[in-house]
């Protein structure tokens, strides 16, 4: 009775709901593309799946992760998402990786997946992913969103396009993600369920099941703009000379990522909480700091920083800041190269900031 609105559309069937069953799909991101997607492949019995992220819950993920719920701040996000989603359905069984995948246990963990998701929030991992993908020869089902518009789409090297065939490589200026440019939580909705529809397809796809009168993303890009409630659906062509794909699989190097930031902050999880034990840095503007900051913090803007004026060596353990993690993470680099140690910075930023605030120039 579980599946009966789903098993009686003629184009699924008990065979449809069968191949579900067995499917295994491994999702990379449990944020806000990953938490309605996996909801929707747990209630509709996707047999297996893969969690892949490092992160615990925070305030400001709730406004969109619909996977998470206030009293969930602090925790792990894989671990509340396999509550929740076997708490839904008990047929489903998530196998939890609670890492950032990364070129060393990337081919590892996705071995044993028949379809991924790309679900992350960075165009690093993007990358990673889909040369993964077309290395082990698996369709990636790929969203994005930024702002008020969202993208989806299925690379599949074998079968089409890869994602280098549209942007070759990775872009060398830094690209806002959600937390400086913003994203509403009901378009992580739209493109997230998109993404699970397509996860769906591929299922019956792989099984030779895929109604004749259905087709998936595979080689076409849909943009959806929730400003003005347009979608558009453009082809994709392969690119012969793509510097993936047109390689022989064996020959793929999967590329290394910059994660050390994310890595530092996953080992003290606890900023907020223990915050007097750490010496703060503010890398927001004037402006910024005079409406409020970390007590005790010391302030340097990243304009300045990036003009050449580093302050002198500070000892002992510090963070940095800004408003939403982006530009921090920036000044963490810019730190580290010029030998700062035991630095780290503060992903939620002052937007997520929870502590105590010092006001006043
Ligand atoms: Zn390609």
Redesign the pocket.
């Given at each position: 009775m579980r599946y009966a609105r789903q098993t009686v559309l003629a184009d699924l069937g008990q065979e449809g709901q069968a191949a579900f069953a067995e499917a295994k799909v491994l999702i990379v991101g449990v944020g806000g593309l990953g938490s309605p997607l996996a909801l929707y492949l747990a209630a509709a019995g996707v047999g297996c799946l893969g969690l892949v992220d490092a992160d615990r819950v925070s305030l400001s993920n709730l406004q969109r992760q619909i996977l998470f719920q206030t009293p969930d701040i602090g925790q792990t996000k894989v671990t509340i998402a396999k509550n929740n989603l076997e708490a839904l359905n008990p047929d489903v069984r998530c196998v939890l990786h609670p890492v950032f995948l990364d070129n060393q246990n990337a081919e590892d963990i996705a071995k044993d997946y028949e379809i991924i998701v790309d679900a992350s929030d960075n165009f690093e991992t993007k990358y990673l992913l889909?040369d993964l993908c077309?290395k082990l020869n698996r369709p990636l089902v790929y969203g994005s969103i930024l702002r008020f518009k969202g993208q989806a789409s299925v690379?599949w090297?074998e079968r089409g396009?890869?994602?280098?065939?549209l942007f070759p490589r990775l872009p060398r200026e830094a690209i806002p993600n959600c937390a400086e440019a913003g994203v509403l939580g009901a378009l992580a909705g739209v493109i997230g369920s998109i993404q699970a529809l397509e996860v769906m397809k591929l299922i019956l796809l792989m099984k030779d099941r895929l109604p004749v009168h259905h087709e998936t993303l595979l080689g076409r890009l849909l943009s959806f703009d929730a400003a003005t409630m347009t979608q558009t659906i453009n082809r994709l062509p392969?690119?012969p000379d793509?510097?993936?794909?047109?390689r022989a699989r064996e020959d793929i190097v999967l590329p290394e990522l910059d994660l050390s930031c994310a890595l530092e902050t996953e080992a003290v999880p606890n900023l907020a909480r223990d915050w007097q034990n750490y010496r703060w840095i503010d890398v927001r503007e004037q402006g910024e700091w005079d409406q409020g900051r970390v007590p005790n913090a010391l302030h340097w803007p990243l304009s300045k920083l990036n003009q050449g004026l580093i302050p002198e060596k500070i000892s002992g353990p510090t963070v940095i800041y800004c408003q939403s993690g982006v530009r921090s993470r920036q000044a963490l680099k810019r730190l580290k190269a010029e030998d700062f140690v035991a630095v780290l910075h503060y992903p939620e930023g002052f937007g997520g900031w929870v502590g105590p605030v010092e006001r006043g120039k």
């Open positions: 889909n077309v690379f090297a396009p890869c994602y280098r065939c392969k690119d793509c510097p993936v794909c047109s």
